[in-house]
C-alpha cells in the first residue's frame, strides 16, 4: 500500500488514459489486420488523407504529435506498400510534400467501416462517445497549454 494516497495506481488519470490507449490499439489490430496495416500506420492514413491533397511531413507531425524521427518509417513503410508518395517540395528544396496515391485512396474506401465496427465494439452510446472526445480534448489543449507555459520558464 503506498504511504499516500496520491500515489495509488488506482487514483492516477494517467493510468486509465495509458491503459485505454493500449485496449485501443489492441481493439484495432484485428480489424487493420486484413489490410496489412498496424494501428500506427492507419492513424498516418488517416491524417493523410483528412488533411490537404499534398501536406508536409512537419505538418503531419504536428496532427499526429509525432516526430519526424517516429513519422519517417511510417511514410517509408506506407510509401513502399504504394499508399503514399513523398517528394521534396520545388518551392523549397527542405520541405517533404506526402499525399495519397491513387491505392491509398482506394484504400480509404475499403477501411470506410472500420471506425463503426470500432465504435460499436466499445458499448458506448454515441453521446457518450461524443462526451468522451470533447474531454479528451479539453485535456490534451490543457496539457499543452501547460507544457507551453513550463517550457516558456
Known amino acids: 500500500m503506498a504511504k499516500h494516497a496520491q500515489l495509488e495506481l ?5 493510468f486509465p488514459l495509458y491503459a485505454a490507449s ?16 498496424t494501428y500506427p500506420q492507419y492513424l ?10 499534398e501536406q508536409t511531413v512537419g505538418e503531419l507531425g504536428e496532427r499526429l504529435r509525432l516526430d519526424s524521427g517516429t513519422l519517417t518509417p511510417l511514410l517509408k513503410r506506407l510509401e513502399a506498400r504504394g499508399l503514399v508518395r513523398r517528394h ?21 474506401d475499403e477501411l470506410s467501416q472500420v471506425p463503426i465496427s470500432l465504435a460499436l465494439s466499445t458499448g458506448m452510446t454515441l453521446e457518450d462517445g ?3 472526445r470533447r474531454l479528451l480534448d479539453q485535456l490534451i ?7 507551453v507555459a513550463e517550457t516558456a520558464r
Open 88 to 108: 521534396r517540395d520545388p518551392a523549397d528544396e527542405r520541405r517533404v510534400l506526402v499525399s495519397a496515391t491513387a491505392a491509398g485512396d482506394e484504400l480509404q
Open 44 to 53: 498516418t492514413m488517416l491524417a493523410v488523407w483528412s488533411g490537404p491533397d
Open 22 to 37: 493500449r485496449a485501443m490499439t489492441r481493439a484495432y489490430q484485428p480489424l487493420l489486420e486484413p489490410f496489412d496495416l
Open 10 to 14: 488506482d487514483n492516477q488519470l494517467c
Open 130 to 132: 461524443i462526451a468522451l
Open 141 to 147: 489543449t490543457a496539457l499543452d497549454e501547460a507544457h
